[in-house]
């Protein structure tokens, strides 16, 4: 069965530090891997997502993320975060269900808390 | 600003009771997933509609039903509310059934508690 592993609940991190985010997925089939941020009190909004091609993603807000297949991760970075970074990161991963039906797998999350 | 709104933003319902939870999906957009985020985990998928018809499901009882309409709307179920529904729901709407590239946009949710 397919399943998505967050593995820290919570990362603290000073401001103005570098940060990374681990996210490990198990599949036997082909996948696609999005990150999404969740503000306190907000929806979810995606920060970015590997289809195919280049291993390394870049999205909003100054992160990116890399795809390593040889090691089933997908894990999110930023070099330099800022107070306002302070979110829930979710890791979800695309699995085909069948010919058109996909749906989202998501880790538990992790809190970014970032400290002054 | 996703464009996909929710209505209510909270509710309050007791065991046995049966809600009923909106979504405006993005105009246009001819697919709409919910799901329950359990407090302290990630969102977990119940079901999927496309253009009217539910075009799959995750591991939720029947009790969970949905509906989608012609005019980007769409409607979340559930009957004989237990205390383990209390969650946050969120519909998340894309353009098309390209679930692989295609990203979803997430409304802001609706806070169901159940007591």
């Known amino acids: 069965a397919q399943s998505v592993t967050q593995l820290d609940s919570q990362v603290p991190v000073f401001e103005e530090a570098p940060v990374e985010l681990r996210c490990n997925y198990s599949?036997?089939?082909?996948?696609?891997l999005f990150w999404y941020v969740q503000y306190p009190n907000q929806g979810l909004q995606l920060l970015l997502k590997?289809?195919?091609?280049s291993t390394l993603v870049k999205g909003i807000n100054g992160f990116e993320a890399e795809f390593n297949k040889s090691q089933t991760s997908f894990h999110l970075r930023k070099p330099s975060v800022h107070i306002s970074d302070t979110a829930e990161y979710f890791c979800a991963v695309s699995f085909s269900l069948m010919d058109s039906n996909y749906q989202l797998i998501w880790g538990a999350g992790t809190k970014l808390i970032i400290k002054p | 600003e996703t464009g996909v709104t929710q209505s209510p933003t909270h509710l309050i319902k007791t065991r046995g009771q049966q809600v009923t939870l909106r979504c405006s999906s993005q105009s246009g957009h001819n697919t709409v997933s919910w799901y329950q985020q359990a407090l302290g985990q990630g969102p977990q998928f119940i079901f999927q509609?496309?253009?009217?018809?539910?075009?799959g499901r995750g591991n939720f009882p029947p009790r969970f039903s949905g509906l989608q309409f012609p005019n980007y709307s769409s409607e979340l179920n559930v009957n004989a509310l237990e205390l383990d529904d209390s969650a946050l729901y969120l519909c998340a709407s894309s353009l098309d059934l390209s679930g692989d590239t295609d990203t979803q946009y997430f409304g802001p949710g609706t806070r169901l508690t159940v007591l």
């Open positions: 599949s036997s089939v082909s996948v696609y």
């Open positions: 509609y496309y253009r009217e018809e539910e075009n």
């Open positions: 590997y289809l195919s091609g």
